[in-house]
């Protein structure tokens, strides 16, 4: 997979708003996931989206593609403490490729 | 949901020994992957397996060899440790036949004294 480059660097916000974070990436893909760490912890797969695809949501997630401008953008909605981590997108060229991981947006929900 | 298992989560190391890491992935996942995370590094990839044999290589050391065997388990074999191994290491699986998606273990952090 090639490396997604994740905007902003940190965001910090108060419990309950939305945050949004986005992914630039610079070449074709099959496909773009999004995985989320928390401090020292396993990464989780959040959402993955097809090239073919514009949007796709799933619970407090919103997750859009713009393959004519090699963008993406993660939406999570009423934000809880327990979003706080950092959170990484992979763009895909389909394969079975290992992962290339960026720096991350690394998000702190405010109590 | 069964999850990835990793073994030992925790492990302590003197410089130039050697170390064995273990890797169960999730039932009917066939495809193993290894990953490196130094202190405040994001994950780097070092190598995966598919079917027990190699499909993917990156910035793994030549100290450091993998294997996954015929149960689909994987084991991580590290030699000659230097301080600049210590770091959390994960394994990931994934399904093949069009899924995508790679399910991540909950990592051995390695220190090297």
């Known amino acids: 997979s090639q490396q997604g480059e994740e905007d902003p660097q940190a965001l910090s916000i108060q419990e309950g708003e939305n945050a949004t974070m986005n992914c630039s990436y610079k070449?074709?893909?099959?496909?773009l996931q999004w995985y989320r760490q928390n401090s020292g912890r396993g990464l989780v797969h959040l959402i993955l989206?097809?090239?073919?695809?514009r949007e796709k949501h799933s619970g407090r997630l919103r997750v859009t593609l713009d393959t004519s401008k090699k963008s993406s953008s993660l939406l999570i909605t009423a934000s809880r403490a327990a979003d706080t981590a950092s959170y990484f997108c992979?763009?895909?060229?389909?394969?079975?490729?290992?992962?290339?991981f960026g720096k991350g947006t690394h998000l702190i929900i405010q109590p | 949901a069964a999850g990835v298992i990793q073994s030992p989560r925790h492990l302590i190391k003197e410089k130039r020994e050697t170390a064995t890491l273990k890797c169960y992935p999730i039932?009917?996942?066939?495809?193993v992957y290894w990953y490196q995370q130094g202190p405040g590094q994001d994950p780097q990839f070092l190598i995966s397996?598919?079917?027990?044999?190699?499909?993917d290589k990156g910035s793994i050391p030549d100290r450091f060899s993998a294997q996954q065997f015929s149960d689909y388990h994987s084991e991580l074999n590290m030699s000659s440790l230097e301080l600049g191994d210590s770091a959390l290491y994960f394994c990931?699986?994934?399904?093949?036949?069009?899924?995508?998606?790679?399910?991540f273990g909950p990592g051995t952090r390695l220190t090297v004294t």
């Open positions: 397996f598919y079917e027990k044999m190699q499909s």
């Open positions: 070449t074709s893909i099959n496909n």
């Open positions: 989206i097809r090239s073919n695809e």
């Open positions: 992979v763009p895909s060229g389909g394969g079975a490729d290992g992962l290339t």
């Open positions: 990931a699986s994934r399904r093949a036949g069009g899924r995508y998606e790679q399910y």
């Open positions: 039932p009917r996942h066939d495809t």
